[in-house]
């Protein structure tokens, strides 16, 4: 299974990215696909991810401003950032679960200036 993320950059406070992350295979072949965002020396924490049955969960502080989405066709999941903050700045990571076992992506960073 390959994941490729793509979509980081800087942008200012308050702007907004749009991350894809595309597999190689069906992507409704995972159970959950999910953007993961790991920042300087901090673990690694969960942002976002999306069901097979398109039930969609979110951290608490990205709620209301990042919204998961796929595109079953494009075998592609989004996480479209908005209202960004200096603290969203991380590297974001894809992931993709399947029958016990988990996939990940290169990260793309994510930098958000003050």
């Known amino acids: 299974v390959q994941l490729q993320a793509s979509g980081g950059g800087l942008v200012q406070a308050g702007g907004s990215l749009r991350l894809s992350c595309a597999a190689n295979r069906r992507i409704l072949a995972f159970n959950v696909v999910g953007w993961y965002r790991q920042a300087p020396g901090k673990q690694r924490e969960l942002v976002a991810d999306?069901?097979?049955?398109?039930?969609?969960n979110y951290a608490d502080s990205v709620k209301g401003r990042f919204t998961i989405s796929r595109d079953n066709a494009k075998n592609t999941v989004y996480l479209q950032m908005n209202s960004l903050e200096p603290e969203d700045t991380a590297v974001y990571y894809c992931n993709a679960y399947q029958r016990c076992l988990s996939y990940w992506g290169q990260g793309t960073l994510v930098t958000v200036s003050s």
């Open positions: 999306i069901s097979s049955g398109a039930y969609s």
